[in-house]
């Protein structure tokens, strides 16, 4: 894949989806938007919500974007097209919430965060962590031009620096100044319940942030279980 994006693929048709096809639209992006099903029952919700995006099948929109999102419920990962994913740049913007996927163990295993979960169901495409961290209202009222005072951050993790670099840009482009909170491991710092998740603030502040996560309560939880136990990733797919 090269490295400019021009098609993004979204995998989900719901609140955080539209806003992100919306932000993606005006950016000048082509996009595919996919639900559960076929691309005529969502067609009404992505015309109406947003207007210049094309209702696909998910393995349409993932063999046709430069970058897929998904902005699923967590609970629903084991429903993504595995094969049709594979090789392909994915961006997690993804939450555990237990009103809609009830309480599950693996998401609150502290040994991996949510993001290690979803590429090891998906072992041949190459996840980054990104979008999930801001309300799809401020995300969508957010958007600023580059150099803007009052521009929001936008945190990203991921394994490869080329994968981390495509995202960052993606990020820009949507109005965003992307910070790279490290590899998937550190991808718990934007999980739910960290200081970081459902923050509204500029580079300098998120970051600041994410480096007082060892810090904090959850931190150090996180870091005496990682400390003491293997991680259970490999048992994930």
């Known amino acids: 894949m090269g490295t400019d994006v021009r098609t993004i ?30 691309p005529a029952a969502i067609a009404p919700t992505v015309d109406l919500l947003a207007p210049g995006a094309v209702p696909v099948t998910a393995a349409e929109a993932a063999a046709a974007a430069d970058v897929v999102i998904l902005a699923l419920p967590l609970g629903r990962y084991r429903d993504l097209p595995v094969e049709a994913l594979r090789g392909r740049l994915v961006v997690d913007a993804m939450n555990h919430w237990w009103e809609t996927d009830g309480v599950r163990e693996e998401f609150a295993d502290p040994r991996r965060s949510t993001s290690e979960l979803v590429q090891a169901f998906l072992p041949d495409a190459r996840v980054v962590k990104a979008f999930n961290h801001v309300g799809y209202r401020d995300l969508e009222g957010g958007a600023r031009p580059a150099g803007a005072a009052d521009r929001t951050a936008i945190a990203l993790a991921g394994d490869r620096p080329e994968d981390r670099s495509v995202v960052a840009r993606l990020v820009r482009s949507l109005g965003f100044d992307p910070v790279v909170a490290g590899t998937l491991v550190d991808g718990v710092r934007l999980q739910p319940g960290t200081e970081p998740f459902g923050a509204y603030v500029g580079a300098g ?15 150090r939880a996180v870091s005496r279980v990682r400390a003491a136990a293997p991680t259970a990733s490999g048992d994930a797919a």
């Open 9 to 38: 693929g979204i995998l989900g048709a719901g609140r955080l989806g539209t806003a992100l096809a919306r932000l993606a639209l005006a950016a000048g992006h082509r996009v595919l938007v996919a639900g559960s099903g076929e």
């Open 205 to 219: 502040e998120l970051r600041a942030m994410l480096d007082r996560f060892p810090r904090t309560e959850l931190g």
